[in-house]
């Protein structure tokens, strides 16, 4: 019985993984027209998180909560 409960956690824990490696290709052609707008997503993304990262700081989150 160990060695089914052993086998079936492994089998559970490979296949996110193994969904993941057969996905990979699939993803890169889904999202190669994305490509082009790279640069700018950094950028953005770069500056949301610094503005979050500043709002923790001054504890001023609650200007974009809503209560």
């Known amino acids: 019985q160990g060695a089914r409960l052993l086998g079936s956690f ?3 824990l490979a296949l996110p993984f193994i969904g ?3 996905a990979l290709n699939r993803y890169f052609a889904a999202f190669a027209h994305l490509r082009v707008y790279y640069r700018a997503i950094e950028i953005v993304s770069g500056a949301f998180l610094i503005v979050i990262g500043l709002m923790m700081i001054l504890r001023s989150a609650a200007l974009v909560t809503y209560t």
């Open 10 to 12: 492994s089998l559970g």
């Open 20 to 22: 993941t490696s057969l």
